[in-house]
Nanobody
Framework: HAQLEESGGGLVQPGGSLRLSCAASGFTFGNYAIAWIRQAPGKEREGVSCISSSDGSTYYADSVKGRFTISRDNAENMVYLQMNSLKPEDTAVYYC?????????????????????????WGKGTLVTVSS
């Protein structure tokens, strides 16, 4: 069955950068949109970014626009999240996730933001800590 595995988290100072990776297996990766979701300590899950399966369009939460970049490599079944200008409020466990039931609208319909708890597949997450 479908599997997602995140990596690349760690401790970084404010203003620093990290690149997260998500390795996918068990499904036709190129047919599905992939989202990055995060959960900060004591906070609800928050949609961060999404990349579509059709044309590779990218989507971002307002809180990370201009700082984060999502990308994918369908040949390698990989999704990445390049995070620059990190802030302490970016501290969270970051997950990659997808919903196989709505591959065409997962990103464009903002489901990665509005339905963060209704996705079909999740990784175990990778912790990003932004602190001095």
């Amino acid at each position: 069955h479908a599997q997602l595995e995140e990596s690349g988290g760690g401790l970084v100072q404010p203003g620093g950068s990290l690149r997260l990776s998500c390795a996918a297996s068990g499904f036709t990766f190129g047919n599905y949109a992939i989202a990055w979701i995060r959960q900060a300590p004591g906070k609800e899950r928050e949609g961060v970014s999404c990349i579509s399966s059709s044309d590779g369009s990218t989507y971002y939460a307002d809180s990370v626009k201009g700082r984060f970049t999502i990308s994918r490599d369908n040949a390698e079944n990989m999704v990445y999240l390049q995070m620059n200008s990190l802030k302490p409020e970016d501290t969270a466990v970051y997950y990659c996730a997808t919903d196989i039931s709505r591959p065409l609208t997962f990103c464009s319909g903002n489901y990665y933001i509005t339905s963060v708890n209704d996705m079909d597949y999740w990784g175990k997450g990778t912790l990003v800590t932004v602190s001095s």
